[in-house]
């Protein structure tokens, strides 16, 4: 009888452990993008933390929208996500996120998030977002092309002007070098990185509330001619034209460009894949001076239906610590708590602080239909974009206009 209790007791010891267990666990999604990263954090905070856990799951990263949307209509939704910045005021739209303002607003160090990632994680004014990983858009250049061309290898272009006359200078080194690259028929890639042209000159191609195109405007005419200039004096490799995003990286990797848009991903991706290519970053200028920066990578969302905020909260403020911050810094995504950034980044290659300062002010596009607008292959973003940068100056205005147009509608019929 007595022996029987025991083991009835340990019984119900043992299901009340994992009851527990379960209760201070969450489920949480992310992009295959994230791998870098992510399953390291999350180890790390599973270790760290003996009352809390992360359940993580890697999702392909075209499938992951798709996915989520299904298991959200279904009922079968993870607690958490780790989704791309720019599908945050969609998604909260949609009615699958929790709004977890009052969690965003306790955190004794939220006036130090990126305000880029809080601006697209809001919502009719509640906070639906919180920055999770960063990414920032730069201009790198090739210091050994820059040498060869009699330039100052260690001095970086500050405008368009010196952006120009940097790269006709490279190009006359001839053979196979080319001065300046971009990928011409890439919706994302554009939009992180020449975007940034249009901001540092005043311009933008939404209103703040992302409910008007602004395309056709005299900073985006103006933005278009400079790379539709460059490419029509061959300043630019044909194969632009039609690249959709494989050589957005590859083409500057191969030591055979000058100068090229990109993000910070790529002084990782350079240090360890090409360690024998000197290269410089800076920030992306505009038209006369001043500098921008696209300031993406990931928000943390919460669904609708998730109970689990005291776990969720425990890994934020472990992700948040200077720890956390530096963990992800050691593993290529830029601290997103500006106060403690300098300290995530030591040790660090520095060109990651020059980065890290782009993503602090850089800004992110807000709309609801981002990717019909953006990301969309056939949307009026990139359609645009090609036609103009690969024409002649003729063709500017009227793309701009019909740009504006198609994009307005799309945003019209979304409102």
Known sequence: MIKNSIIRGILLASTLLSASAYADSFTMWARTDDSNFLPKLVEAFNKSDSSHKVELQLVPTAELVQKYAVASAGGSAP?????????????????????????????????????????????????????????ASVLI????????????????????????????????????????????????CNIFTFTPLIWASGGDIFSADGKKATLNTPQMRDAI??????????????????????????AFASGKVGLSPSGAFAIGALNVQYPNLHYGVTYLPGKTGGWSSFAGGDNFVVSKDSKKLEAITAFLNYVYSVDGQTLMAKLGSLPVRSDVAKEALKGLDERYQIAADAMAHGRTPYTVVFNDLINSGNGPWITTLNKAFFADASAIEPALKEGEAAMQSIIDTAN
Request: with cysteine.
């Open 79 to 135: 607690d958490a996500l780790s989704l791309d910045l720019i599908y945050t005021p969609s998604f909260a739209a949609s009615g699958q996120l929790k709004d977890i303002t009052d969690l965003a607003k306790s955190l004794p160090y939220y006036g130090n998030l990126s305000p880029a990632h809080l601006s697209v994680g809001v919502y009719n004014g509640k906070t639906y977002g919180l920055p999770f990983s960063s990414d």
């Open 141 to 188: 250049w090739n210091k050994d092309l820059f040498k060869q061309a009699g330039l100052d290898p260690e001095k970086g272009p500050t405008n368009w002007a010196e952006i120009r006359s940097d790269a006709e200078k490279v190009n006359a080194l001839g053979k196979d070098i080319k001065g300046f690259y971009f990928s011409g028929n890439c919706g994302g």
């Open 225 to 250: 001619a400079f790379f539709q200039g460059m490419v029509k004096d061959g300043l630019v490799p044909s194969g632009a034209q039609t690249d959709t995003g494989p050589n957005f990286f590859a």
